[in-house]
Nanobody, 119 residues
Framework: QVQLVESGGGLVQAGGSLRLSCAAS????????MGWFRQAPGKEREFVAA????????DYADSAKGRFTISRDNAKNTMYLQMNSLKPEDTAVYYC????????????WGQGTEITVSS
């Protein structure tokens, strides 16, 4: 089992920045890839960004490219999402997730952290 705890959400004005953290514990040695997802009110959950734990390869949704940066600190078992130039449409609950598999769905999820971007 892998446990995930997000932090860093809050209220920010449009154009501002926030950094989310996701601390992993448990069988972290088994994690292959971690990612960030978000779910806005009334919408389905969507992919934001992901990072392969071993080599740091990253992947971004089009909405995140150029504004968000995903990173990880292997020693701290922590993943980050630096979000710049935030827009009201970025308002959502952000979830971190982890998978032990190369392909397929994510196995473990955090409880979510809420971000509200005011215009």
């Amino acid at each position: 089992q892998v446990q995930l705890v997000e932090s860093g959400g809050g209220l920010v004005q449009a154009g501002g920045s926030l950094r989310l953290s996701c601390a992993a514990s448990g069988r972290t040695f088994s994690v292959y890839r971690m990612g960030w997802f978000r779910q806005a009110p009334g919408k389905e959950r969507e992919f934001v960004a992901a990072i392969t734990w071993r080599n740091g390869n990253t992947d971004y949704a089009d909405s995140a490219k150029g504004r968000f940066t995903i990173s990880r600190d292997n020693a701290k078992n922590t993943m980050y999402l630096q979000m710049n130039s935030l827009k009201p449409e970025d308002t959502a609950v952000y979830y971190c997730a982890a998978t032990v598999r190369i392909t397929g769905s994510y196995d473990y999820w955090g409880q979510g952290t809420e971000i509200t971007v005011s215009s």
